[in-house]
């Protein structure tokens, strides 16, 4: 009896605290799920200061809470949708497209980069090797390994072919068989006729 009753003083509280969780964890994935099972905790918790017994906080947390992720949660989304914003993106999908970091060489077989403060596993998703410091884009997330590229504007310049590969660049102008030309040379100058002498007069 002395259990039951300090089970019914604390019901509140625990309920309470199941509702922070909750919260927390909404934070976290951003999809409105765990946002409204803690409104359900809440409507739980409330039921219990107004002397409820534990089994009726119960009935009260799963109606509210399928009321919510019923009705309220698809109506949040869709307001979003309506406001040109798009949906909440949880869990590893919301890495794909962020920025990140090489922090050692990444190849198609493995590295390590840096996604915010995060240290991830990563390959790259084509031929050659990313040296450190690059920047890079998330493509996909594969398990626990980030599926990278380089960003365009360090594609060209720090992701290397593959081994043994000459570099890429402008191919040179072919010189003709007489060698390079050379600019033409300038006229000559006609020389002025001379005045006829009086010999040549007689």
Same mark, same amino acid.
């Given at each position: ?17 199941? +509702? ?8 976290? *994935? ?16 409330? +039921? ?43 869990? *590893? ?51 626990? *390994? ?50 006829? *002498? ?5």
């Amino acid at each position: 009896m002395i259990g039951g009753k300090a089970l019914e003083d604390w019901l509140g509280l625990w309920w309470l605290i199941g +509702a922070i969780l909750l919260g927390v964890v909404e934070v976290m *994935t951003v999809d409105f799920t765990f946002l409204m099972l803690a409104v359900g905790a809440l409507a739980a918790a409330a +039921a219990a200061w107004i002397g409820a017994v534990w089994w009726v906080t119960i009935i009260v947390f799963g109606v509210v809470a399928g009321v919510m992720l019923i009705a309220v949660r698809p109506l949040l989304l869709s307001r979003l949708k309506a406001k040109g914003e798009a949906a909440p993106v949880s869990g *590893t999908a919301a890495l794909v497209g962020k920025l990140a970091e090489a922090v050692t060489p990444v190849d198609e077989h493995g590295g390590r980069i840096k996604i915010g403060g995060d240290v991830w596993t990563a390959r790259f998703d084509g031929e050659g090797i990313i040296v450190p410091g690059t920047t890079l884009v998330v493509q996909a997330i594969d398990g626990a *390994t980030a599926v990278v590229v380089p960003a365009p504007e360090d594609g060209a310049d720090q992701a290397s072919g593959p081994l043994g590969a000459e570099p890429v660049g402008p191919e040179p102008r072919p010189e003709t068989e007489t060698g390079p030309s050379r600019p033409p040379k300038p006229p000559r100058r006609a020389r002025p006729a001379k005045a006829p *002498t009086n010999d040549e007069g007689n």
